[in-house]
């Protein structure tokens, strides 16, 4: 039974039709369409064969791309892909815990892509394109407890989220362009604009760790162009990026997909994470309102409320 389950960009963008020659491949955009990837809700059945769950306990998680997604009063996921909610539930809303899954997911994954570690990153530059978002902050949080030296590039509205969250350096992108930055970080990030990923890799040191982005045109270009063709266009412009990146760096372009290792990781946190969000309900009923919210882009995180 679905408690609380997020709105996040991907699923207006995927109501829209963004994503479709991929997700048809993998089943996922069947009509009706359920939107979705977040939950936290109560186990009502569990399968044959499965041991880490009974009827009764609170969980929470993702799952990934689906024609049957979370945007539901109830939803059949895989074990792997919830973990028990933190115990004390009292300081942690579930609200503000449904928002997190697949969004902490998608930013450990571009970490992992970039090549950052908690025992590599320690005391070194990390650059943050579009830190004020969701992407974002989670990411200056994480990598600030990892020891990391994070600058954070942000609107100005953004620039004390930043700061709170762990940077010791927020730019605003409006008033300081990318290309009179100090070239001087161990590692970049771009979940902001793919326009700026050739000059977020120049300011990469030659002994840099890498970079990873979530605004690639992977999906983009399998709309436009198809499987094939789109394809080929993919494998071109991420070879024409990776050559402009220090010799021995890591270049990578960061998809979502569960990882039970993640939301564990997430599970110990959630307090730290959940401590700053906020977050807007609605009911299920007025999921149109939901998407609204989202589309223009408004403030705080959105929830659907089955009840």
Request: hydrophobic fraction near 45%; glycine fraction near 8%.
């Amino acid at each position: 039974m679905v408690r609380a389950t997020s709105v996040n960009p991907i699923d207006v963008r995927r109501r829209a039709g963004y994503g479709k020659k991929l997700f048809s491949l993998l089943g996922a955009a069947r009509l009706p369409l359920v939107l979705g990837n977040d939950f936290a809700g109560i186990v009502t059945t569990v399968g044959v064969g499965v041991s880490r769950f009974r009827e009764g306990d609170a969980v929470f998680g993702a799952m990934p791309p689906s024609s049957a997604g979370t945007h539901a009063s109830h939803v059949v996921v895989r074990a792997e892909h919830a973990v028990p909610q933190p115990g004390d539930m009292r300081t942690i809303p579930v609200n503000a815990l449904a928002t997190l899954p697949y969004n902490f997911t998608t930013v450990l994954r571009a970490l992992a892509d970039a090549g950052l570690r908690e025992e590599n990153v320690r005391g070194r530059d990390v650059l943050i394109h579009g830190a004020s978002g969701r992407l974002g902050l989670l990411a200056v949080r994480t990598l600030a407890s990892w020891g990391a030296y994070v600058t954070a590039i942000s609107s100005a509205a953004g620039a004390a989220a930043c700061r709170s969250a762990g940077a010791v350096c927020a730019i605003d992108r409006h008033e300081q362009p990318l290309r009179e930055i100090t070239r001087k970080f161990a590692a970049t990030l771009n979940f902001a604009n793919w326009d700026d990923e050739s000059a977020l890799l120049r300011l990469l040191t030659n002994d840099a760790i890498g970079h990873a982005t979530t605004v690639h045109p992977m999906l983009a270009n399998l709309d436009k162009h198809g499987l094939l063709h789109g394809g080929i266009n993919i494998m071109r412009e991420k070879r024409s990026m990776r050559a402009r990146a220090p010799k021995g760096a890591r270049y990578a372009w960061t998809v979502y997909a569960p990882d039970q290792q993640a939301l564990a990781y997430l599970s110990e946190r959630a307090a730290i994470y959940t401590a700053s969000a906020t977050c807007t309900g609605f009911l299920l009923t007025n999921a149109a309102l939901a998407h609204r919210h989202v589309e223009q882009r408004r403030p705080g995180c959105v929830v659907l409320l089955p009840t």
